[in-house]
């Protein structure tokens, strides 16, 4: 079988989720509601709109496009490490549109979820952390590909119509991450749930292209930047009974900015739980980090709230200050009020390309330097979210309600999200969505 076939095969075999992997799917889905509501009224998310509006009331393709663009414009949605995306600010509106328009069940969108993230992770897996270093957005890459399979599945095709949807989804996948830092980032991700749900519907008229265009010559392994893949690993994706939720996780932000600031800004989190240092105590801040984050972080002196989210130099400083980063904080105004002397107090190196290639997994690093002296160094390999330090019950309502503040019956929705998987009809959540 080529890949495709092999990723539709795992599709539509009987899946057995356990409680673990539900509550896990339950959990990243409310997490990306939230943040798609304290997205709506962004730049990127309003432009988006009023592009479309003139269709009236939107299809499903044109709904995904709209709530995928809010879902991810603030970067407070998930990281999802297996496929180098931020996979549920794609699978998740693209998934909602079709289960709307189709009154499907609560249910029915959590496994469709469990599976299109599946499919992420091995298609992330075939191109792997090559792929996001040469500067592509695994997340309307890897994203649109994976997401497809996704909604091919909620739509109820068979392995020949999720392997069709693969092969018209390669086609559509493209990002590229030159664009981080402004108002087209989150475009990318809506840009893959619209292309995700628009290669079903495409799929659905029997229309198709070559089901080896994942591994082929000049097929998406070859032009994206593939590394390490080998035909034993389809065999390991049909076996495995693992599924990729309990034994990864996605990665929920406990911060609302780039995830190449986290590991930094939770190391620094560290030491202010430990020293007891205030923001004036500190006299420079050195961090290190990996290539693809170094590359990410282009704004050392941001001029907007977009920049700031992608500045190491102003999260660092605001975490300095506050101890905390909320919405709030990227807003025009704030981000225009930033100190520049105490933004250059920040600088920023990488792990270098040797080291990376003898070790890929390596720890970010942050040195402070104190007035009195003293210099504190602390190093993360993972942020804070994963499945072994995940959020407490308490910091995943506390994010919720930092996202949903406007919002005025958010405890009713809090506990109606809460039991998601048991709703017959989901259109309560309407009063989340663009």
Known sequence: MTVT???????????????????????????????????REDFSSRAVQQAWQHQGEPSAAVAALLNGTAAHAIDYDDNFAPGMSHASA??????LAVALEEQLSGRRLLEAYLIGLQAQAFTGD???????TAGWHGTSTVGCIGTAAGVAWLKGMDAAGIARTLSIAVSLASGVKGQFGTPLKPFHAGMAARNAVEAAQLAMTG?????DILEREQGFYQLFAGAHFTPEKMTSWLTDPLHIIESVGVMPKKHPCCGS?????????DLQAKHHFHDDDVERVACKVGISNWRNLAYNQPEDEMQ???SMNYCVNVMLEKG??????????RAQQADPHRLARVSMTHWSAEEEAEQADRPHIV???LKDGRTLRHQRLRAKGTLDEPFSAAERREKFNDCCRQLADRDNLWLQLEQIDKAENLSFLRTLLM
């Open 261 to 269: 600031t986290h590991r930094v800004l939770d190391a620094i989190a």
């Open 367 to 369: 040195t402070l330097t």
């Open 207 to 211: 229309m198709t292209g070559r089901l």
């Open 324 to 333: 905390a980063l909320s919405v709030e904080d990227f807003t025009p105004r």
């Open 90 to 95: 794609v699978l998740v509106p693209a998934l």
């Open 126 to 132: 075939m191109v792997s952390h090559a792929h996001y």
């Open 308 to 310: 700031a989210r992608f």
């Open 5 to 39: 076939e092999t990723i539709a095969a795992w599709c539509v075999q009987p899946h057995r989720f356990s409680a673990r992997a539900l509550q896990l799917g339950r959990d990243a889905i409310i997490d990306t509601l939230a943040c798609l509501y304290a997205g």
